[in-house]
């Protein structure tokens, strides 16, 4: 899970109560879902938080809901703007892959050292997760002193969001003492080679300009004239992607964090070639939530004005109302800054931390039911102790990956007609590339540990029987799900035969027939694999995994493999 690293010091100053040691903040931040991990040598707090609630990602956010968990403040909060004096002006010449671009200008902002860091964490932070490493959105933070806006000879001062040739205009980027072109910084600059990949592949590259000359080559890097000091008490504040959406609310939370430091947020126009935007945007969405839908989930008997109160507690607004059928329901409000909020279930959420989930008291459910183990966790109980009676240490990896780690890495392509290969069941809207479907297959998962565990010794047996799923038009869902039995052997002598002893010896413990008739399978070595055919079915394949995909996976010894449907011991 993800980490933020917040100065308990600081977070007292900025909730007003100076009086809590470390154990109560601690304490109170666990109620807020914050787990303490650790201090950072700095003596600062290592926070673990849930990736979906990214208003977290500094001090001032975690401080912020701190206060509402007080009752210090109640409702939702949304900072006035000052009217726009600036302009972007996004040419037609930006590269179609990163068209967006969004800002704002921040006035009068306290920056000491701390909360010059807060800001640098909650940007690297927010490239990390909601930009998904800077490919769909970035941030750029400017000293507003430094930039010279271009004379318009109506309205605003304006820079210009463009795009350029590689070899194009130079500047200093941060962290280097010399001008260079964008090509220079992708070959030269450590952050460039870093990011190179982001643009590489463009024919122009993404620009902003000032009167000046060019001060920011996103997504890659800032240039040097406008870096930001404790000094800077005026930002320019911009963003770029692939997204408008997603920019526009990266820039909330930022400007939500800086507010809270006493800054003065103040719009900026865009105008794009066919339309115009005022931004940051600051409008609030609503969430119809039922009452006796909250009672439900909750398991506790509310009053109107209860949930009134916990939903103001939680930052957000209730009104109460009527649906169609004259049931009570509630018009929740939901601040600009929170971008976790899809659904009625997690409004329900917000209600029930502000309750207090310890204070629930635990009852037995009323139903006239006797619980008992399903068919197939008993069946994946049974699988589970054959292979670790057989020496296969047990795994539990996460269901969601990407598409390099399911497909790419192992030599193997979606739709291609191998095991495996199944069409991804991908996520609409990713928080992070590096899960952005459901696997195809488990076998992935574990030459990702095996990666992960280079600097432990040999031989490593790891087993897993895991989720799975792909794209079947013929299942209601237009999702086929299912659970997989896979298993690696690795040691300086694994081969084909220590795997299929293995198999031949959990497919004896299931009184199933097994043959593994020779096959083909890019991930494996040709000659050394093999189908598995259980009771007449082909379900899965065993071989020796390719040098082509132990040496992608950094690993220097062989590796043997099976992988079947669980449901071929049945």
């Not at 600036?86 to 920056?111: C, H, K, M, N, Q």
Request: glycine share 8%.
């Amino acid at each position: 899970m993800p980490t933020v690293d917040i100065d308990p010091d600081e977070l007292r100053e900025l909730t007003g109560r100076e009086e809590k040691s470390d154990e109560q903040l601690k304490t109170d931040l666990f109620g807020l879902g914050l787990e303490f991990e650790g201090r950072t040598e700095g003596g600062a707090f290592e926070l673990e938080f849930a990736p979906d609630r990214l208003d977290r990602l500094s001090v001032e956010g975690v401080a912020r809901s701190m206060r509402y968990h007080y009752g210090d403040s109640r409702g939702v909060h949304v900072p006035s703007t000052n009217r726009a004096e600036w302009t972007i002006v996004v040419d037609d010449s930006v590269p179609d892959e990163r068209p967006y671009v969004t800002g704002a200008v921040i006035r009068d902002v306290d920056l000491d050292e701390d909360g010059l860091d807060s800001l640098i964490q909650l940007q690297e932070k927010l490239h990390a997760t909601m930009g998904r490493k800077r490919a769909k959105g970035a941030i750029g933070i400017h000293d507003l002193t430094m930039l010279k806006g271009s004379p318009a000879t109506e309205g605003n001062p304006t820079i210009e969001y463009v795009g350029v040739e590689p070899e194009g205009d130079t500047f200093v980027p941060l962290d280097a003492d010399r001008e260079m072109t964008p090509a220079d910084v992708l070959e030269e600059h450590q952050t460039g080679r870093t990011y190179a990949d982001l643009v590489s592949g463009y024919e122009r590259y993404p620009a902003i300009y000032d009167d000046i000359g060019l001060f920011s080559f996103p997504p890659v890097i800032n240039g040097r004239r406008t870096e930001v000091s404790t000094d800077s008490r005026d930002l320019f504040v911009e963003m770029t992607g692939t997204d408008q959406w997603t920019i526009d609310k990266m820039l909330s939370i930022v400007c939500y964090a800086l507010a809270a430091r006493g800054a003065t947020i103040e719009d900026v126009v865009v105008e794009y070639p066919d339309h115009e935007l005022v931004r940051p945007d600051f409008s609030t969405k609503t969430k119809t939530v039922a009452h006796d839908r909250i009672e439900t989930v909750l398991g506790i008997d509310l009053d109107p004005d209860e949930v009134v109160d916990l939903a103001e507690r939680s930052g957000l607004e209730a009104e109460r109302a009527e649906n169609q059928d004259g049931d009570l329901v509630y018009e929740v409000t939901i601040p600009p800054y929170r971008v976790d909020v899809l659904h009625p279930l997690d409004v329900i959420d917000d209600l029930g931390r502000a309750y207090g989930f310890n204070d629930l008291e635990p009852r037995y459910p009323d139903v006239g039911t006797v619980g008992g183990r399903h068919e197939r966790s008993r069946l994946e109980n049974a699988a589970r102790t054959q292979l670790v009676g057989l020496g296969f240490e047990d795994l539990l990896n996460f269901h969601m990956i990407s598409e390099a780690e399911n497909y790419d890495r192992l030599e193997i392509s979606p739709g291609e007609d191998v095991y495996g290969a199944g069409e991804p069941a991908t996520i609409k809207e990713p928080y992070s590339e590096d899960y952005t479907m459901l696997r195809t297959w488990v076998l992935p998962s574990l030459l990702m540990v095996l990666e992960n565990n280079t600097h432990r010794a040999y031989p490593q047996d790891l087993a897993e029987i895991g989720f799975t799923a792909e794209v079947d038009e013929r299942e209601n869902t237009g999702v086929d799900e299912g659970r997989s039995v896979a298993a690696v052997l690795v040691s300086h002598d694994a081969g084909y035969e220590d795997a299929k002893a293995r198999l031949q010896a959990l497919a004896r413990a299931f009184d199933v027939d097994l043959e593994t008739p020779p096959t083909d399978h890019p991930t494996f070595i040709p000659g050394r694999t093999a189908g598995v055919v259980v009771d007449g079915e082909a379900v899965g394949v065993i071989g020796e995994v390719h040098p082509k995909v132990l040496v992608e996976h950094d690993l220097e010894v062989p590796v043997s493999a099976f992988e079947f449907d669980l449901d071929a011991l049945r």
